[in-house]
Nanobody
Framework: QVQLVESGGGLVQAGGSLRLSCAAS????????MGWFRQAPGKEREFVAA????????YYADSVKGRFTMSRDNAKNTVYLQMNSLKAEDTAVYYC?????WGTGLASSEYEYWGQGTQVTVSS
């Protein structure tokens, strides 16, 4: 099992930046595919970014490509989501997820473990 704790959310003006962290305990993040998802009020949870376990490839949603970067620090057992050029439509609760599966990890249904979420609010 793995426990995930997100941090780094907050209120930022449009065009600003935030870095979210997802600290894992129980097992190392290199043992899992890892993903970031977000959920805005009244909307479905949507994919943001993910590492898969084969080749270490990183995937991004089209809406964040070129603005968000997902990275991993195995020594700290932490995954990050650097968010730049934030827009009002990025406002959501952001969740970190982990799973030991081998797929691409683009769907929330693929993940077994979830953090509690961290709120990101972008003011326009």
């Amino acid at each position: 099992q793995v426990q995930l704790v997100e941090s780094g959310g907050g209120l930022v003006q449009a065009g600003g930046s935030l870095r979210l962290s997802c600290a894992a305990s129980g097992r190392t993040v290199s043992s899992y595919r890892m993903g970031w998802f977000r959920q805005a009020p009244g909307k479905e949870r949507e994919f943001v970014a993910a590492f898969n376990r084969v080749g270490g490839r990183t995937y991004y949603a089209d809406s964040v490509k070129g603005r968000f970067t997902m990275s991993r620090d195995n020594a700290k057992n932490t995954v990050y989501l650097q968010m730049n050029s934030l827009k009002a439509e990025d406002t959501a609760v952001y969740y970190c997820a982990a799973d030991s599966g081998w797929g691409t990890g683009l769907a929330s249904s693929e993940y077994e473990y979830w953090g509690q979420g961290t709120q990101v609010t972008v003011s326009s």
